[in-house]
């Protein structure tokens, strides 16, 4: 299975905003399938989407909630 899905609205799956957002505005959207996190743009509903492992996500979501996520320099 790839973790790059080039149209979500395919799969078939419920896509959820964060109860933290605003739920008129553009975010990212997530989604279960086979039990991973598949994450989306709102704006693009039928655009693409990836696939990763539940506690990756939790650690990632968890960083950027925190403010510890720090930008990688090219």
Avoid at 2 to 27: F, H, T, W
Avoid at 49 to 62: K, L
Wanted: proline share 7%.
């Amino acid at each position: 299975m790839s973790n790059y899905y080039p149209n979500i609205a395919e799969l078939g799956i419920v896509m959820r905003k964060s109860s933290y957002s605003n739920q008129s505005a553009d975010c990212v959207v997530t989604g279960s399938l086979a039990g991973q996190v598949v994450v989306g743009d709102s704006k693009d509903p039928n655009g693409p989407g990836h696939r990763h492992q539940p506690r990756a996500w939790a650690v990632f979501a968890q960083a950027v909630g925190s403010g510890t996520l720090v930008p990688v320099s090219a």
